[in-house]
């Protein structure tokens, strides 16, 4: 089915196979049993913000079919599956009290996984922030990291045994830039400066995180998620060239040197002035602190030229629903460099997958673009792993169809079909050849 031959048996022993959701895409129950407003709830009160105009109340009602989907993850043969937390679950407000309704949906969650021999890799926090926080000033306000890290040290201290892996943030750069930049996400800001600020008290709450659930005795393996993607100049030209580098800069470096050699890259400090961040004394030294892993969510390369009129040749089948370049050839070619640049702990890839325009036919989705697409990626994570990086383990993005942010329901990634209709899953061929190939 697949035109890549990659076996599972071509990758260590340990390595773990996985899917991945978040809490905001698939779980619904919005507001039920105590459930705080988040960011993204308010953004999707404006129709005009998600291509479809519709919202995360329902989403897959994973909620209320949590045994199901469970029972549907088992199905798969996988080993680990990937969740995030919702904070205002836990906690309504981001701040003061706990709700231990909210608790009890993950304790379940937990549970469920180990009784059927899955390990839980568990996100703090996939954009969801609670809405209450935000009229505080969000994450352009320090106070938020001390809340995050309050938040982050109960999940740990009631589920840090119970886990196998935590993770503080998914994607940094989303939730600054797109959010506070671009405004396409939300909270649908426009401020570079205040974008360059939150994703300092990111990567700062991250290390807050990081500090108190070790200090509180925690061994559970922790690190964060970012978004990478190697970006190539479009042409050979020195202006194109330099862009290309600024822009690697701003996606690649921004994070990975801060987390990984405790400073901030000067050309993108240079690049923003006086937008740049404030920085207190000893921020540097807790953001560089070491981590067990670090996860990379890969999907496409990206071009950069200094003219605004370019655009990248890629198109008809080398392009997903989402309009991104199938390439990859990327991830290896990212995984060496980061392996070449930096000191890096054990790796993961966290999220990977593909939007196609699929079609039910008699209860079938015969989907073999996006089989392709994932074979592709694991023949190159095989290749990475043979070139000398530590990767350990690879999660589908995703399980489920589900609410892709600013898309709504218009763009399909899950493995499993999702009619949002009856909210009946499906498994897509290529959820049967995941299947196959994990050798359920
Ligand atoms: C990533 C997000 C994830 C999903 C995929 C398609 O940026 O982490 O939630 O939306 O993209």
Redesign the pocket.
């Known amino acids: 089915m697949s035109t890549h031959s990659i076996e599972k048996k071509a990758f260590p022993a340990h390595f773990e196979w996985g899917v991945a959701t ?1 809490s905001f ?1 698939i779980e619904g129950g919005g507001y039920e049993d105590g459930r705080g407003a988040t960011v993204w709830d308010r953004f999707c009160e404006n129709p005009a913000n998600i291509l479809d105009g519709s919202n995360g109340l329902v989403a897959c009602d994973h909620y209320h079919r949590l045994e199901q989907d469970l029972d549907l993850i088992a199905s798969l043969g996988v080993g680990v599956y990937r969740f995030s937390v919702a904070w205002s679950r836990v906690q309504p407000l981001g701040y003061g009290a706990w709700n231990e309704a909210g608790f009890d949906f993950y304790e379940r969650l937990i549970d469920g996984l180990a009784q059927r021999g899955i390990k839980a890799y568990l996100t703090l926090f ?2 969801d922030l609670p809405q209450a926080l935000e009229d505080r000033g969000g994450w352009g306000a320090r106070d938020t990291c001390e809340h995050f890290a309050t938040y982050a040290a109960e999940v740990a201290r009631r589920f840090g045994d119970r886990v196998a892996s935590i993770a503080t943030h ?2 940094p750069w ?1 939730v600054s830039i797109l959010g506070h930049e671009s405004g396409i996400f939300a909270p649908g800001l426009k401020n570079r400066k205040l974008a360059y600020q939150v994703s300092h008290h990111l990567l700062l709450s991250h290390a807050l995180a990081v500090q108190r659930i070790r200090a509180a005795g925690c061994k559970t393996p922790l690190g964060i998620v970012l ?1 990478q993607s190697p970006i190539y100049p479009a042409t050979d030209s020195p202006e194109d060239i330099a862009k290309a580098r600024l822009d690697d800069g701003v996606v690649v470096r921004w994070y990975m040197d801060p987390l990984f050699k405790g400073h901030y890259p000067a050309d993108v400090l240079a690049m923003l002035g006086d937008d740049a961040p404030r920085v207190e004394g000893g921020d540097m030294a807790l953001i560089g602190q070491a981590l067990d892993f670090m996860g990379v ?1 890969y ?1 496409t390369r990206n071009f950069s030229s200094a003219s605004a009129n370019w655009e990248s040749p890629a198109s008809g089948d080398q392009v997903t629903d ?1 309009g991104w370049e199938i390439y990859p050839a990327g991830l290896t070619e990212l995984l060496c460099r980061l392996h070449r640049d930096y000191t890096l702990p054990a790796v993961y890839i966290t ?1 990977n ?1 593909a ?1 196609f325009k699929d079609e039910l036919v008699d209860g079938k989705v015969h989907d073999s673009a996006r089989i392709n697409y994932l074979s592709g990626h694991i023949q190159a994570t095989c290749d990475a792993i043979a070139a000398g990086v530590d990767v350990r383990g690879y999660f589908v ?2 399980l489920l169809d589900n609410f ?2 600013a898309s709504g329901y218009a763009k399909r ?1 899950g493995i499993v079909h999702v009619d949002f209709a009856t909210q009946e899953r499906r498994l897509k061929d290529s959820a049967r050849w995941y299947q196959s190939f994990l050798g359920a």
């Open positions: 978040s895409q996939h954009w998914n994607e989303v978004n969510n999907y989402m999220e997958g939007a993005w995703s892709e942010w990634f």
